[in-house]
């Protein structure tokens, strides 16, 4: 089945961006998106976070970062993940100005998880096409952002091969639940 999905952390920064990167590598129709106030990144230290406005462009942040210091944010991985994000798009999306609809919505953070059920909540339901939003924690770290992008590519493969999603969907995550051994939240949906 050719699905449309959307996956989300907070800044669209990281774990979101290498599951896009990964995901679109593999043919999928992928987006990505961030549910946060503002960007933010690590900084000088862990009380002064980079933080950014959505709409400012991975190559003005990567301008920014290596001007304020080139040395650290190579070192901390900050600058080679600007490179591959500007690689995919232009700059950081927020996931609660978007007009798209999808099929599969994946987060990868239950505070995230729980923006984007609050947004459906907000803006209500027009069009009854349904939505399956499913979570599954990522720890925000360059490492476990590629071990999540490798976990949430096989439950994609697994949604994509379903013949019947809607009565699928809780054979394939408890499935898949049980493989990656991790907590998995899932709810449906309409936009």
Request: charged share 30%; glycine share 4%; with cysteine.
């Amino acid at each position: 089945m050719d699905l449309k999905y959307a996956v989300v952390c907070s800044s669209n920064m990281n774990r979101s961006m290498e599951a896009h990167s990964f995901l679109q590598k593999k043919g999928f129709n992928i987006k990505s998106y961030g549910t946060g106030e503002k960007i933010k990144i690590p900084g000088a230290s862990a009380n002064e976070p980079n933080t950014y406005p959505f709409g400012t462009s991975y190559d003005e942040i990567y301008t920014d970062l290596k001007s304020k210091d080139k040395t650290l944010y190579t070192k901390n991985g900050m600058l080679h993940i600007m490179e591959r994000n500007r690689r995919i798009k232009k700059g950081p999306e927020k996931f609660q100005k978007t007009e798209e609809k999808f099929d599969v919505i994946l987060t990868v953070e239950e505070k995230v998880y729980d923006q984007v059920l609050e947004h459906f909540e907000s803006v209500g339901s027009s069009i009854d096409q349904p939505v399956h939003v499913i979570n599954m924690n990522v720890v925000d770290n360059p490492e476990d952002a590629t071990i999540g992008a490798f976990l949430l590519c096989d439950l994609v493969q697994e949604l994509s091969a379903s013949e019947d999603l809607d009565n699928d969907m809780e054979e394939i995550i408890q499935e898949f639940e049980t493989k990656c051994d991790r907590e998995v939240f899932h709810s449906v949906l309409f936009y």
